[in-house]
Every structure is written in structure tokens, then in C-alpha cells.
């Protein structure tokens, strides 16, 4: 009788033990599919942000689309269509294609 008490006990300590396994799994799975990629995301962008230049064609988080023609340590001027623009450095990102009057220069 002592000895299937002991068995009982022994069987919830395991539980314990495989429960504590499947957090860590899971919290493993999330960190993989979740945080990673975010902190890869974070780094390329400010990357890109640290190696603005002058004539870089980027995009504001508003969608206007500019030439960088001036860079300092906070913000970026933009040359636009009718003028120019000063934006902070994290309202830029790059442009993925070419824009459509480079496009229309080059076929003419």
C-alpha cells in the first residue's frame, strides 16, 4: 500500500516536470517565429537609416516619395516634385523599384 502512494506521488512530480517542457517549447517557438524576425526587421532598418546618403531616392512613412539632398545626424532633407522637405530620420524607408518618371527619362 506504501509503496502505490509513493507511485502516485512519483507520476504528479513527472507531470509537473512535462509541463514545465512544454512551456519551454512553446516559448521557444514563439521567439523563432515572433521575436526574431522582429529584431532582424529593426536592425535592417536602422541600418539603412545610418547609411543615408545624399542622392538616395527613399520613401516617407506618409507615402511621398523624394531624393535625399542633405543628411544630418536627426533628419533628412528631401528634394520633392515642387520643393523640398525636412523629415525626421525614421519617417524614411528605401524604394523598392524604380519611380515612373526615371522610368519615362530613360525611354525617351
Known sequence: ??????????????????????????FL?????MIRPQMKRQKEAKTFRDEISKGDKVVTIGGVHGKVISVSDLTVM????????????????????????????KNA
Open 78 to 105: 528631401l528634394e520633392l516634385e515642387s520643393g523640398k522637405v525636412r523629415v525626421d530620420k525614421t519617417a524614411v524607408s528605401p524604394t523598392g523599384n524604380a519611380d515612373e518618371q526615371d522610368i519615362q527619362q
Open 29 to 33: 517557438i514563439m521567439y523563432f517565429f
Open 1 to 26: 500500500m506504501t509503496f502505490n502512494i509513493l507511485l502516485q506521488a512519483e507520476a504528479a512530480g513527472e507531470s509537473d516536470f512535462s509541463f514545465i517542457i512544454l512551456l519551454g517549447g512553446m
